[in-house]
């Protein structure tokens, strides 16, 4: 099942306001304010930084693994409040690899 081709319904917010929702383009620009304040970098610093998240970043791992992207979203401000940021890969527990995130996911 691709899970990112179904429209989520809020169930899991309990009148929070808060609902968890495969992430989506429209989202991309919300979703890198975020990993900026959780990380603590801006938009400046992002250009120079391998790890720091993108919209251009986030546009590529949807676009390769849309089913590993979810994000909370905030119902009343529509703000982005919380992300995943995942990837499937095929892994033999007796061969690991020890490449960074950025050299695993092919920078980005």
Not at 20 to 35: A, K, Q
Not at 44 to 50: G, K
Not at 62 to 80: C, K, L, Y
């Amino acid at each position: 099942m691709s899970v990112h081709n179904y429209h989520y319904r809020p169930r899991q917010s309990n009148g929070s306001g808060i609902v968890v929702i495969p992430s989506s383009p429209d989202y991309f620009e919300r979703m890198t304010r975020l990993h900026q304040v959780g990380y603590g970098y801006d938009a400046a610093e992002a250009l120079l930084c391998e790890e720091c998240l993108t919209p251009e970043k986030f546009e590529s791992h949807f676009a390769v693994f849309p089913e590993g992207q979810f994000i909370a979203v905030d119902t009343d401000t529509q703000e982005v409040v919380g992300l995943t940021v995942s990837m499937q890969i095929n892994f033999d527990p007796r061969n690991p690899f020890l490449g960074s995130w950025v050299e695993t996911t092919g920078w980005g």
